[in-house]
């Protein structure tokens, strides 16, 4: 039952990961079109192609290998500075901007002269570059959103799941009492578990962030509401002074960092709280931020990813996964004693992170990623604006092709990565709890 369940898991990642690429050439395609630009094919996957069907002047189709997809364009590329795009050197940097150039006029037919891609206003181009992305984006809000809507998070909410009856400090390594240890002020103030907090010196409390704020700010003697039975009960805690964890400025906690701080001595109770459309909305920023600051981050992981491939090192909780640690992670997440409804909100949140990185991946102002096509479709309006603005000609398309050099460099960097997080995921993968 557990082999069929990973690959039930990993069968449900796939599934998920084509629809995602497709979204994601859809973005594409569809303001191609609109802006009357010709796409010979659209394609999910690359390698052999196991179907495809002719419609319009467009072949849709699905490739053998998965790992991504494509649409052509006519035209991505000015022609040379002397109108050909056939001329060859023996240079093999002129090689690769010739091969570009040629490419992107495969397939050119009668008529096509007026819908090449570079011959659209760079406004036009940063659109259809950015189509792409922006799709993975709105599916990763869209999913992200609904589960945090209909199904929730672990959150810790004011019921008291359990009442240390000491105080030990939050850094040492252990949960028992020792001898010469004090007592709680929770434990000699009588909390029992599951009374509910409702108020905080007179003040009102209903979320763990704010009662934990609180706390926190509090040393000496307190109030505490809470409800027990169906009746409210007022305790009279003095708090003391304790090594806490730390807390950053959105009351998330930070590793293996402490301050000192008041202390009561409870565990608050965890329950899936469904959040409203600000709250989730919220989430999802906070989500887009720390995904953003993990692909800059990203040159610092490889040290630590070689170590846990070749080394003996531990493979990090915030390591990067690639599309195999993703799908291992559904297997995973399939087997898991948890309800139904723990497992699907599970995946579709992997589903949602995996859109969220291909946007912020493909955002990168590099080529051979949209986030490049963009730049230079910028940096070909800023250089017009500037020559009209001084009067000067017009200095025409900015060919990016003569980047291409620039964009195998770093093609090649990417798959290098790629491959080392591969083997990662093979060897010393990325495990769930």
């Known amino acids: 039952m557990t082999v069929l369940l990973t690959i039930l898991g990993i069968a449900v990642f796939a599934v998920g990961l084509l629809i995602s690429i497709a979204w994601h050439e859809l973005g594409h395609l569809s303001t191609a079109k609109l802006f009357g630009i010709r796409v010979p094919q659209y394609m999910v996957g690359f390698g052999p192609t196991l179907w495809s069907r002719q419609k319009g002047e467009t072949e849709y189709g699905i490739k053998a290998i998965p790992m991504g997809g494509y649409i052509r364009m006519i035209g991505m590329f000015p022609p040379g500075e002397d109108g050909r ?11 690769m901007i010739e091969d570009a150039r040629s490419a992107a006029y495969e397939e050119l037919r009668p008529g096509d ?3 090449l891609f570079y011959t659209r206003k760079p406004w036009k181009r940063v659109i259809v570059m950015f189509a792409g992305p922006f799709m993975n984006l709105v599916l990763a809000v869209a999913i992200f959103v609904g589960v945090c809507m209909t199904f929730g998070f672990a959150t810790q909410t004011t019921e008291v799941a359990g009442v240390q009856k000491c105080i030990i400090a939050q850094s040492e390594e252990r949960d028992t009492c020792a001898k010469g240890d004090k007592v709680s002020p929770a434990h000699a103030a009588g909390l029992k578990a599951g009374d509910r907090i409702v108020a905080f010196n007179g003040r009102p409390v209903d979320d763990w962030g704010t009662l934990s704020a609180h ?9 505490l509401t809470v409800e027990r039975d169906g009746k409210q009960v007022v305790l009279h805690p003095t708090l003391a002074k304790n090594l806490v964890v730390k807390k950053d400025e ?5 590793p293996d960092e402490y301050v000192v701080a008041g202390y009561l001595g409870f565990a608050a109770k965890t329950e899936i709280v469904p959040l409203t459309l600000g709250q989730s909305v919220d989430r999802m920023g906070d989500m887009i931020e720390n995904g953003a600051e993990a692909v800059i981050a990203l040159p610092s992981k490889i040290p630590d990813l070689w170590d846990a491939t070749f080394g003996d090192g531990e493979r990090k909780a915030d390591s990067p996964v690639g599309i195999v640690g993703a799908a291992r992670i559904s297997g995973e997440v399939m087997n898991l004693d948890v309800p139904a409804q723990n497992i699907v909100a599970t995946l579709l949140l992997v589903l949602a992170t995996f859109n969220l990185s291909l946007f912020l991946f493909n955002m990168l102002p590099l080529l051979p990623l949209d986030g490049g096509h963009i730049a230079g479709a910028l940096w070909e309006s800023l250089r017009r ?30 798959i290098c990565f790629t491959l080392l997080v591969l083997l990662a995921d093979i060897v010393n993968p990325v495990k769930i709890s």
């Open 250 to 254: 959105d009351g998330e906690v930070v």
């Open 113 to 115: 002269e007026t819908r």
């Open 85 to 95: 795009i056939e001329a060859r050197s023996t240079s093999p940097w002129r090689g």
């Open 385 to 414: 604006h500037v020559a009209k603005l001084f009067r000067r000609p017009d200095p025409g398309p900015f060919d990016v092709a003569k980047l291409m050099p620039v964009a195998y460099v770093v093609a090649g960097i990417f």
């Open 215 to 223: 706390i926190r700010d509090t040393i000496g003697p307190a109030t």
